[in-house]
């Protein structure tokens, strides 16, 4: 949510940062803001002018008790009672009034950074750097759910029996290697000075509304029936909302976090070949990173974060791309975004491991998310990034160390999570 004082004093680059996004069915927003914005001011106005007078009237009811004039009294008191009703009257028409200033603000999407590319979808994104040599070798590589069921490593008919399309079971080695790549991303994350946390994975709905949009929310989140609660689609969400309505100690900024949890997508729409298998499903497993900070501190916060990401994957000789998000592109809150994207020997070109995002003071402002200072009191930045969303960077490591005959090679910094092992083959 953006600072009212933009509306304000400069609606013009409000409405321009909306045909940016390609959003211009919200243009209206801004004038309707403005104008009950400048109703709700008038109206509060009115009402401290009043409440200063019913003050006056107070001091003077106390001097007319002195005094001994009891008719006065009676007429003064009068007056402060038709001040008070007014008062409640304009205090009750000031909060229907900022209801719905703050209904159309949370639809009106944050001003972007002027480096991000103008495009309308996610095919204009645009690529940044390359990092690694993306191979593809001699032999053929089956999809990935076929190695993974070859390997016993993939159940997803008994999963359709018990919970259904979009769920799986891992087994033996190929489970371990999956919960081996979370163990190796908590400690680099730990290595790197980041508190390791894990967080709630149901959530109240004011939280929910305070670090996405509702848009967002709708399509992503699975709502627990009968109750204030929803499932996480990332530990972003409880992590930052951990800070909603506190204010941190300046000194204690930057705040470094790298969290654990399951996440919960509905993941609509159509599913083709790629997703058939793990890459796109309802349940998965994310490490996360997530940093609080001073404003003018995000955008060298943002390059680390990312920046961690590509070496972690590089860690396991895996090659990845990055992608500066376009405009039409990024969710409403985000200021400024980029994906990381591991190369797919099989498919013979990148896809999306990861996200990097600043989002600004939009979600502090939401969730009212303050640091101390020496001036006083200001709002943080928020930023998130993905260290590890699995099993999509499960597909990423098998791809890229499966072999001939059938076996997936153990990167070296995995073989500690393995038991030593080197290898997993095929077993009878």
């Given at each position: ?8 004093e ?12 390609f ?6 927003l801004?004038?309707e ?6 109703t709700?001011?008038?109206?509060k106005t ?14 003077k ?18 007056e402060?009672n ?5 008062i409640?009257?304009l ?5 229907d ?5 703050k ?5 009106i ?9 103008i495009?309308?979808?996610?095919t ?8 690694g040599?993306?191979?593809?070798p001699?032999?053929?590589i089956?999809y ?12 997803k ?7 259904g ?6 087994m033996g080695?190929?489970a371990?290697?999956?919960s ?7 400690d680099?994350?730990?290595?790197k000075?980041f ?6 994975f ?17 399509a992503?989140m699975?709502k ?9 689609g ?7 909302g ?15 976090l ?9 993941e609509?729409g ?7 298998g ?5 349940q998965?497993?994310?490490q ?5 900070c ?12 990312w920046?961690y990401t ?26 400024k975004?980029?994906d ?17 995002s600043?989002?600004?003071?939009a979600q502090?402002?939401?969730l009212?998310?303050r640091?101390?200072g ?6 943080v930045?928020?930023?998130n ?21 059938g ?8 073989q500690p ?5 080197k290898?997993i083959?095929k077993t009878?």
């Amino acid at each position: 949510m953006i600072d009212i004082k933009l509306i304000r004093e400069n609606s013009d680059l409000v409405k321009e940062n909306i045909k940016k996004k390609f959003q211009d069915d919200k243009l209206f927003l801004v004038d309707e803001v403005y104008d009950l914005d400048k109703t709700y001011r008038k109206c509060k106005t009115e009402a401290d002018e009043l409440r200063a007078r019913r003050n006056e009237f107070s001091d003077k009811i106390g001097e007319l008790v002195r005094e001994g004039k009891k008719e006065v009294i009676a007429e003064v008191k009068k007056e402060v009672n038709a001040i008070s009703d007014k008062i409640k009257e304009l205090e009750a028409k000031e909060e229907d009034l900022a209801g719905e200033i703050k209904k159309r603000m949370m639809v009106i999407p944050n001003i972007i950074d002027e480096s991000v590319p103008i495009g309308k979808d996610d095919t204009e994104n645009v690529e940044i750097e390359k990092f690694g040599e993306p191979i593809v070798p001699d032999y053929e590589i089956p999809y990935h759910a076929d190695i993974c069921e070859a390997l016993g490593g993939l159940d997803k008919d008994s999963a359709g029996r018990t919970s259904g399309n979009g769920f799986y079971y891992l087994m033996g080695d190929i489970a371990r290697l999956h919960s081996a790549l979370l163990s190796y991303a908590r400690d680099f994350m730990i290595d790197k000075g980041f508190t390791y946390c894990i967080p709630p994975f149901m959530i109240h709905g004011d939280v929910v509304n305070g670090v996405m949009s509702f848009s967002e929310m709708e399509a992503m989140m699975y709502k627990i029936e009968g109750e204030d609660l929803y499932l996480i689609g990332t530990s972003e969400h409880s992590m930052i909302g951990r800070f909603k309505d506190q204010i941190v100690k300046e000194s204690d900024l930057p705040i470094c976090l790298t969290s654990y949890s399951p996440c919960f997508r509905k993941e609509g729409g159509a599913h083709g070949l790629e997703e058939r298998g793990l890459y796109r499903v309802h349940q998965f497993e994310k490490q996360e990173m997530v940093v609080l900070c001073k404003m003018e501190d995000a955008f060298t916060w943002y390059n680390k974060m990312w920046q961690y990401t590509v070496d972690f994957f590089r860690s396991l000789d895996i090659p990845v791309r990055t992608l500066e998000c376009c405009s039409g592109d990024l969710a409403d809150l985000k200021v400024k975004s980029c994906d990381v994207e591991a190369w797919s020997p099989r498919q013979q070109k990148y896809f999306e491991v990861g996200s990097c995002s600043t989002l600004g003071d939009a979600q502090a402002r939401r969730l009212s998310i303050r640091a101390k200072g020496e001036n006083g009191n200001y709002l943080v930045a928020t930023l998130n990034n993905t260290v590890l969303a699995s099993p999509r960077g499960l597909i990423a490591l098998i791809e890229n160390n499966y072999e001939a005959d059938g076996s997936i090679r153990i990167p070296k910094a995995l073989q500690p999570y393995m038991g030593g092992k080197k290898k997993i083959s095929k077993t009878k």
